[in-house]
Structure formats: structure tokens, C-alpha cells
């Protein structure tokens, strides 16, 4: 499956932007999914992820109440939606997918496909 994300910008503090993830090659809902994000000198952390067939949503604690994961069956997407957005936001997002679901559904490691990362700064 490949994967292409979307959305990344400038955004203001508190303000909201959101990211979209296109899959092709595969049917997106037969695969869980996940963001991820990177900052500057930072590893990869887990931010939101998105279980095959049931659509049960993981958030990490730093995003939960401000963050939403959703997925679009016939666009072949996932968006996440990130309202009240904080400085320490500001990284390079990535969406992952991959079959099935792991328990260690935060490592990067557990993830099969990648997308190229979408540039999020949080700046006023």
C-alpha cells in the first residue's frame, strides 16, 4: 500500500489544522493506521492510531481531547484533525498502515508502510 499525507502548514496557537493520508493500492479500511511525528533532533513518536475494520482510536496522552482520527471509506483516507495546537506540536507528521494490529501499536517498528512526512509548524 502506498501512502501519501497531506495538510502539514502553518498554524497559530490554539488554532486547528488537519492532515489527510491517501492510500493506494489497498483498500485503507482493511488496514489500521497511525501518526506519527518527528521533531528536530527528536525520535519518531506515536501521536494517533486507528484500528482495521472496528475504527477504535489510540491517542498518545499529549494529544488526547485535541486530537481526532477518522477515516474516510470511499476516499481511501485518514485525517487527523488537531485542534488547540501547541508549539511543542510543531514536527514532521507521518501516516503508517499495516495489517492487522500490534499490541506495540506505539513503536514505530510495528509499522509496515510509510508515507512521506507533512511539515507542521505552530508559530504565531
Known amino acids: 500500500v502506498q501512502l501519501q499525507a497531506s495538510g502539514g502548514g502553518l498554524a497559530q496557537p490554539g488554532g486547528p489544522l488537519r492532515l489527510s493520508c491517501l492510500a493506494s493500492?489497498?483498500?485503507?479500511?482493511?488496514?489500521?493506521g497511525a501518526w506519527f511525528r518527528q521533531a528536530p533532533g527528536k525520535e519518531r513518536e506515536f501521536v494517533a492510531g486507528?484500528?482495521?475494520?472496528?475504527?477504535?482510536?489510540y491517542y498518545a496522552d499529549s494529544v488526547k481531547g485535541r486530537f481526532t482520527f477518522s477515516r474516510d471509506k470511499a476516499k481511501n483516507s485518514v485525517y487527523l484533525q488537531m485542534n488547540i495546537l501547541e508549539p511543542e506540536d510543531s514536527a514532521l507528521y507521518y501516516c503508517?498502515?499495516?495489517?492487522?494490529?500490534?499490541?506495540?501499536?506505539?513503536?514505530?517498528?510495528?509499522?509496515?508502510?510509510w508515507g512521506q512526512g507533512t511539515l507542521v509548524t505552530v508559530s504565531s
Open positions: 486507528i484500528r482495521e475494520y472496528t475504527s477504535r482510536t
Open positions: 503508517a498502515a499495516r495489517s492487522g494490529w500490534s499490541v506495540q501499536y506505539y513503536s514505530p517498528n510495528s509499522w509496515h508502510y
Open positions: 493500492g489497498h483498500t485503507f479500511s482493511t488496514y489500521s
